[in-house]
């Protein structure tokens, strides 16, 4: 029902839960952190798991950062939490970029919608057809013209950022329903998928 990441003596715990993107990304930038977590995860899909987060999640949501009791419920507030204890590990540098990083990751956290709905989240490989609807295909432009952005291997150079922990978990949606991008955005989204953040984020869910 619930797997645990055991690391003992840490202040951190981070609640997740299987086939949760929310919960891919605040893995991804826990690790961009460095912070150290207690991680986890509840197996959403059956109704133990379910009662077992009902005990621990107000919300009854993934993912969840507890900290010494200070608890946060959102991806991205806590991608925001991460970033300020980090301290600063999470967005770029310079002050420009870093407000185009939190626009692409708000993006990405209330975005994408014809995507989400006709391409839903799985780390089983698609074996049907799917005909993106053309909402779809608009929303797949855009992350293309994202991808094709990326000033280094990660969206904002050599080092990732919170970007890369929203944008890595669609590049990787995609390649599952065989979206692959050519040009440099296929190098990114080759090079998010292949991501060892990623790929450890995807088995702590599994």
Not at 30 to 40: F, G, K, N, P
Not at 122 to 128: M, P
Not at 140 to 153: N, P
Request: net charge negative; glycine share 6%.
């Amino acid at each position: 029902m619930i797997k645990i990441e055991s690391k003992g003596g840490y202040s951190m715990k981070l609640y997740v839960g299987t086939d949760s993107t929310w919960s891919l990304r605040a893995l991804i930038c826990l690790a961009i952190s460095q912070l150290d977590a207690q991680v986890q995860c509840f197996t959403l899909g059956s109704e133990e798991g379910k009662r077992a987060l009902q005990a621990v999640s107000p919300t009854r949501l993934v993912p969840l950062l507890d900290d010494e009791g200070t608890t946060i419920h959102d991806s991205l507030a806590i991608t925001e939490y991460l970033n300020e204890a980090a301290p600063g590990r999470l967005y770029p540098t310079e002050r420009a970029q870093r407000a185009v990083c939190r626009s692409l990751c708000a993006e990405m956290h209330s975005g994408f919608l014809a995507i989400r709905q006709s391409m839903p989240f799985t780390t089983q490989t698609v074996t049907r057809d799917i005909q993106p609807s053309d909402a779809a295909l608009r929303e797949i432009e855009r992350l293309t013209a994202i991808f094709a952005a990326a000033q280094g291997r990660f969206l904002f150079g050599d080092a990732p950022t919170a970007a890369d922990a929203f944008y890595a978990v669609m590049a990787y949606r995609l390649n599952r329903y065989h979206v692959v991008l050519e040009g440099r955005a296929g190098e990114y989204q080759h090079n998010a998928i292949n991501w060892d953040f990623l790929q450890h984020a995807l088995e702590s869910l599994r």
